[in-house]
């Protein structure tokens, strides 16, 4: 238990359907992420937030539409997207993007499935 | 741009130690080593971090080179739960807005 959820775990969808990820972290952080992991590579960083401001949108198509209410909760907002988009989706707080303590903590992440 | 250099993969005998090399050869003196790990369909996880002296936790050892260009990452004894992919990481110790960026790790396989 890494102080950082994610729902829902799994998640299928047709390409035409709408649908949100949720992040919610319990750890005061300020600082909060989304990565994508296709199979068998690496973690890409798409969006970072801090303060609730995102500093960061790693060209990541529109389909994909972050969402940050206040510094705890993080959500991905999903429509109109393609089977390529079939990943596990992870996020991830730190207590600030810069600084001495800025390990990050993750999420157990959203297996996503596009049909 | 790859900071890190990583072998692709190793395997360690359960019980025993296993030791992870990382060469960061380009890093700079405000640059701290990080390591993670990410079990198999897991977020990663946070194990260790350094700058220039070793570093003990209850996870790890990280052992740094007095160059600072190399590092390893000991896991004295290692067990099954411990099979993840380990990555390691250089980021600058203060100062800016700075995200990690995850390479492809070294497969570690822990065999009874």
């Known amino acids: 238990e890494t102080g950082v959820t994610q729902t829902p775990r799994h998640l299928v969808m047709g390409m035409t359907n709408k649908k949100s990820l949720k992040c919610e972290q319990h750890?005061?952080?300020?600082?909060m992420y989304w990565y994508k992991q296709s199979a068998k590579k690496p973690l890409e960083l798409m969006f970072v937030y801090n303060f609730k401001e995102q500093t960061e949108n790693n060209s990541v198509p529109s389909r994909f539409s972050p969402e940050c209410p206040n510094s705890s909760h993080l959500f991905l907002h999903l429509h109109t997207l393609q089977p390529e988009d079939s990943a596990l989706y992870l996020c991830a707080s730190s207590q600030d993007p810069g600084g001495s303590y800025n390990e990050q903590f993750f999420g157990p992440g959203t297996r996503l499935t596009v049909l | 741009d790859a900071k890190t250099t990583q072998p692709t993969s190793m395997d360690c005998a359960e019980g025993r130690a296993a030791n992870l090399p990382c060469n960061h050869s380009?890093?700079?003196?405000?640059?701290?080593v990080y390591w993670y790990r990410q079990i198999h369909s897991q977020g990663p996880q946070y194990i260790i971090h350094g700058l220039k002296n070793n570093e003990t936790n209850e996870m790890a050892s990280l052992i740094i080179t007095e160059d600072r260009k190399s590092s390893t990452l000991i896991l004295p004894h290692a067990t099954l739960r411990d099979t993840a992919v380990y990555y390691c990481?250089?980021?600058?110790?203060?100062?800016?807005?700075?995200?990690?960026?995850f390479g492809r790790g070294t497969s570690l396989i822990v065999h009874p």
């Open positions: 750890l005061g952080h300020n600082a």
């Open positions: 380009t890093i700079s003196g405000n640059e701290y």
């Open positions: 990481i250089v980021r600058p110790a203060s100062g800016g807005s700075y995200i990690p960026t």
